[in-house]
C-alpha cells in the first residue's frame, strides 16, 4: 500500500497542484479543505488527470478540526508518512495601517496552525519510527520586503521553528524540510489577495508607498517563471529522499536574492539590493498622481 500523505490548503494554487501530482506518483494524497464547498477546482483538475485521491474539511486554526482529519488519516491508511504544511494567508500592507487582530490571524494561520497539525501528527510518525514534514515556507522568510512585514514575520518564524524541529525530529528518523518559493502566480494574487483594512486608505501616510508596492509587485508576479508545479516537484523530492535536506529554494530569483546576501557584506548587499528596491518605489511612487497628499 502506498504511502498517506496530508496536505493542508488545497483548494486552489501550491496545495491542489502538490496534491494532484503526488496522486499521480502513486502517494496516497489526503487534501485538506478548510471549505469543502470550494473542492471544485480539485475535483477538476484530479479528474482531468486521472487520480484519485481524498478530501477532508481542515481547518489548521480548529483544534477539532486538525483531530478529526488526522483520525481519519490513520484509520483508513493505517499511518501518515508525509505532512505537507501548505495552507497559510497573506497580508499587504505597511506595518502602522494594520490592525492588531490582522496580525495577530495571520499569525494564527501560519505560525500557530502550522505548529498544530505538525503536533498532530507527531505520535503517529514516533512510532512508526519514520515521516516527513513539509513546511511550505517562502523566500520571504530570508529576506522581508516592503510593504509585507506581517506576513515576512511570520515566514521568519516558520523558519526558526522548522530549523530547531529539524535537529529534534531527525534521530527519531523523522525529515523536515522547508520548501522556499518566491513568487509564484496563484489565486493568492489575485481574489485571494489579503490586504490590510487600513492600507487602502487615502488619507494613510503610507498609502502612495504601498499603491506603489502593489504595483511593482503586480510586475514580479506577471513576469516570474516559477509555477506551482515547480513546488509540487520540489516537496516530491523531499518526500522521496532518504535524507532530506533543511531547506530547498524553488526557483532561480529567489536562488539569486539569497546568494547575493549568503556572499556579499551586510552593509553592500542593503546598498545593493535594499536600496535598488526602494529606489524602484520611490521613483514610481513619486510618480502616482496625487503623491505628496497622504503625507500628513
Known amino acids: 500500500m502506498s504511502a498517506a500523505v496530508l496536505i493542508t490548503g488545497c483548494s486552489t494554487g ?4 502538490t496534491a494532484v501530482y503526488l496522486a499521480e506518483r502513486g502517494w496516497r494524497v489526503y487534501a485538506g479543505l ?5 473542492r471544485a477546482a480539485l475535483e477538476a483538475a484530479a479528474r482531468a488527470r486521472g487520480v484519485r485521491l481524498t478530501m477532508l474539511p481542515l481547518d489548521i486554526t480548529d483544534p477539532a478540526s486538525i483531530d478529526r482529519a488526522v483520525q481519519q488519516v490513520l484509520t483508513e491508511a493505517g499511518g501518515i508518512y508525509g505532512l505537507v504544511n ?5 497580508l499587504r500592507g505597511y506595518f502602522e495601517d494594520l490592525l492588531e487582530s490582522e496580525v495577530r ?6 505560525v500557530f496552525g502550522t505548529m498544530a497539525m505538525t503536533r498532530a501528527v507527531l505520535p503517529a510518525m514516533r512510532a512508526a519510527g519514520r515521516g516527513r514534514i513539509v513546511i511550505i515556507g517562502s523566500v520571504g522568510g530570508r529576506i522581508a520586503a516592503f510593504g509585507v512585514s506581517a506576513y515576512c514575520a511570520t515566514k521568519f518564524a516558520q523558519e526558526g521553528w522548522a530549523e ?26 489575485g481574489r ?17 508607498w504601498f499603491v506603489a508596492a502593489e504595483q511593482l509587485t503586480d510586475r514580479l508576479v506577471s513576469s516570474s517563471p516559477a509555477r506551482p508545479l515547480d513546488v509540487a516537484r520540489v516537496v516530491h523530492q523531499v518526500l522521496a529522499a532518504p535524507r532530506p535536506r533543511l531547506r530547498y529554494i524553488v526557483g532561480w530569483r529567489p536562488w539569486l536574492a539569497v ?6 557584506p551586510e552593509p553592500m548587499f542593503e546598498r545593493l539590493y535594499f536600496g535598488m528596491a526602494l529606489w524602484r518605489l520611490e521613483r514610481l511612487a513619486t510618480s502616482l498622481p496625487g503623491a505628496g497628499e497622504g503625507e500628513r
Not at 164 to 185: F, S
Not at 193 to 203: E, L
Open 14 to 17: 501550491l496545495g491542489l497542484e
Open 34 to 38: 478548510r471549505d469543502l464547498e470550494r
Open 86 to 90: 501548505n495552507a497559510g494567508i497573506g
Open 105 to 110: 490571524r495571520v499569525f494564527e494561520v501560519n
Open 164 to 189: 530547531a524541529l529539524y535537529q529534534e525530529l531527525r534521530p527519531l528518523g523523522i525529515g523536515v524540510a522547508l520548501v522556499e518559493p518566491g513568487i509564484i502566480r496563484t489565486e493568492r494574487w
Open 192 to 208: 485571494n489577495r489579503a490586504i490590510g483594512q487600513r492600507a487602502q486608505d487615502p488619507t494613510s501616510p503610507y498609502y502612495r
Open 259 to 264: 546568494l547575493l546576501r549568503r556572499y556579499l
